[in-house]
């Protein structure tokens, strides 16, 4: 099996080429699969090769092994996540960029070999830096000992940033230089009734905030909705993205380049779902401008958010186009197309996350006795707000949905930055021919997990377990109470902003001074 070239690079820690007494020394970390090594072939470096007899491993606990000792009947296991620095016996090299070609033979896959550029850097400046353990990082001794470089470097005494219940090592892959803590108020809203295809009863609803009157207006509005016989919700599509662009010497190249991914996605999809088993690729959109070719690479990613699971996927699909596709002159893997952690216009037409729509008929007799509204005063506030938000250039006409969305992504442990995606909700509301209140929310780009991710951390696993979204298969549950809860915070805000409520309520409950 070969493996392309630009993937096997990423065996090598740029940065890490230095001199050492009686040679040269770089380190590799196995950042693709497990594998066992039959054979060290060579290292070369700027055209000068160095055999097997020239060459040492050197391990994290101590051990050094001759590249000599390594062969089909002795081979050596090189798990995933493993690292080792290769110690090649030969003079000093000097400052400067350096050429570095590797050649090893692996079970499975046979001679393989790549090359990169890295450089001997100056002599490193001396700063400040914050304590690290390089054997386990979560250790209470770790975690002390940064306390107290903050408290001396700061002078300020940590009181409650420390105040955690949960081992530290399950933050292991959330958190680098885990000090402590951010102690978020948790409110709970609800029981919001949801008549979903994936979540279907009552649900209570965590909001982790510090915005007065949020889990107030939200209770409000749940009240509200399930009067009115709960929120129906349902996940239209399902689309993960990432976006290289490949750089052409003409647009015609840009072209023929395009028609050419159209003839090959086959190819395409196997490389790139060949890195994990769940990311799965649905297809590609070419958008052509200038000599660049912006693809968009659509994915499913089970029950993930997924972005850097289609991240490895794409490089592995680039890596696969680049071989065979000759006029490529450069590219890069993200180019900003797939607008991560950014609000865009494309995100709304085609989706990222989930798209999710929220609906529900509020009769007359709710919003007159109990939100103190008139359903022909919502439908013609809409309409005005909805002209409002156009005349101002946003690109979504929701009152507030990233409130709902941002106190349920901090309490389930969701990646708070996709917010800029998640939070365009787009309404519609009308006055149905009986009087009542029809209003829908569709948030087109949902980026939400149950699995993965933050949503293992302690609280955020709590969190998780009340609505019953935690774990395999629960993602389009989840997706569809973080729709509902969000239609239930339009029907609150749009009714206490038309029955003149908003102000007031906000000096009842909002004021901490």
């Not at 993965?452 to 609505?467: A, N, S, V, Y």
Request: aromatic share 8%.
């Amino acid at each position: 099996m070969k493996i392309p070239g630009l993937l096997l690079r990423q065996l090598y820690t740029f940065g890490s080429l230095e001199n050492v007494p009686g040679g040269v020394r770089f380190g590799l970390k196995n950042r693709l699969s497990d594998v066992r090594l039959r054979r060290i072939v060579s290292v070369e470096m700027d055209g000068g090769e160095f055999g097997a007899d020239r060459l040492a491993l050197e391990f994290e606990d101590g051990r050094t092994l001759a590249a000599t000792e390594i062969s089909s009947e002795a081979p050596l296991d090189f798990p995933l996540r493993k690292t080792v620095t290769v110690r090649c016996r030969r003079e000093a090299l000097t400052k400067g960029k350096h050429k570095i070609a590797i050649t090893f033979e692996a079970e499975s896959f046979g001679k393989l070999s790549f090359a990169v550029e890295d450089s001997i850097a100056e002599e490193k400046v001396a700063r400040v830096k914050i304590p690290y353990d390089k054997e386990d990082d979560y250790t209470e001794s770790a975690i002390r000992a940064r306390r107290e470089f903050v408290e001396h470097l700061s002078g300020v005494k940590l009181e409650h940033v420390d105040k955690y219940s949960f081992d530290a090592h399950e933050a292991k892959g959330n958190c680098e230089n885990f000090t402590g803590v951010a102690q978020i108020p948790i409110g709970f809203a609800g029981p919001l009734r949801i008549n979903g295809e994936h979540a279907s009863g009552e649900f209570l609803i965590p909001l982790a905030t510090t915005e007065g009157t949020l889990v107030a207006s939200y209770n409000r509005g749940i009240k509200a909705i399930n009067m009115s016989g709960g929120a129906t919700c349902t996940v239209v599509d399902d689309c993960m993205q990432r976006a290289p662009v490949f750089i052409f010497d003409s647009a015609r190249d840009a072209r023929d380049f395009r028609d050419w991914v159209r003839d090959n996605i086959a190819g395409i999809r196997d490389a790139a779902e060949a890195t994990s088993s769940v990311a799965k690729l649905r297809d590609v959109d070419a958008y052509l401008t200038n000599r660049f070719a912006y693809l968009r690479f659509n994915y499913t990613t089970g029950d993930a958010a997924g972005q850097n699971m289609v991240g490895r996927a794409t490089f592995a699909a680039c890596s696969w186009v680049v071989e065979r596709f000759p006029r490529i002159r450069r590219f890069y893997l993200e180019s900003n197309f797939a607008t991560d952690k950014k609000a865009s216009q494309v995100n709304i037409q085609r989706t990222r996350g989930k798209r999710v729509i929220a609906e529900a008929t509020v009769p007359r007799h709710v919003l007159t006795e109990h939100m103190r509204v008139e359903p022909e005063s919502l439908a013609a506030h809409y309409g005005v707000a909805t002209l409002g938000a156009f005349f101002s250039g946003a690109n979504n006409n929701g009152a507030h949905s990233p409130n709902a969305i941002t106190a349920m992504f901090i309490a389930t442990g969701q990646d708070v930055a996709n917010v800029s995606e998640s939070s365009a909700g787009l309404v519609y509301a009308e006055l149905t021919p009986s009087g009542d209140f029809y209003m829908s929310l569709t948030i087109p780009s949902l980026i939400v997990a149950s699995y993965g991710g933050g949503t293992g951390l302690p609280t955020q696993r709590e969190c998780l377990e009340i609505m019953g979204c935690r774990g395999r298969g629960k993602v389009a549950k989840l997706a569809e109470i973080v729709a509902g809860v969000a239609l239930a915070g339009e029907l609150s805000l749009a009714s206490a902003i038309s029955s003149l409520d908003w102000v007031s309520s906000h000096e009842k409950y909002g004021r901490n001074r």
